[in-house]
């Protein structure tokens, strides 16, 4: 039998989004308590949720606050 396969792109897609922001939200709280590294490591996950999932307009904002955090805090 032909089998009608089914789209989930469009979950995907929102998942991206979903588990982008989330990690977004927990860079933050990372970056409360003075966890840089970790925080920088979460938004770094998010960007590339973000990309996944064609959101370039919040992955170009995760990646300003990325770099940001990068440049204050670990200056060479």
Same mark, same amino acid.
């Given at each position: 039998?032909? @089998?009608?396969?089914?789209?989930?792109?469009?979950?995907?897609?929102?998942?991206?989004?979903?588990?982008?922001?989330?990690?977004?939200?927990?860079?933050?709280?990372?970056?409360?308590?003075?966890?840089?590294?970790?925080?920088?490591?979460?938004?770094? @996950?998010?960007?590339?949720?973000?990309?996944?999932?064609?959101?370039?307009?919040?992955?170009?904002?995760?990646?300003?606050?990325?770099?940001?955090?990068? @440049?204050?805090?670990?200056?060479?």
């Amino acid at each position: 039998m032909g @089998e009608k396969k089914i789209d989930t792109s469009a979950q995907f897609i929102e998942f991206y989004k979903k588990k982008g922001d989330y990690l977004v939200t927990l860079s933050e709280n990372h970056f409360k308590n003075i966890e840089y590294r970790k925080c920088l490591e979460l938004l770094n @996950e998010a960007y590339g949720m973000y990309m996944k999932g064609n959101y370039t307009e919040l992955a170009e904002k995760t990646k300003q606050r990325f770099l940001e955090i990068k @440049e204050k805090y670990f200056k060479k």
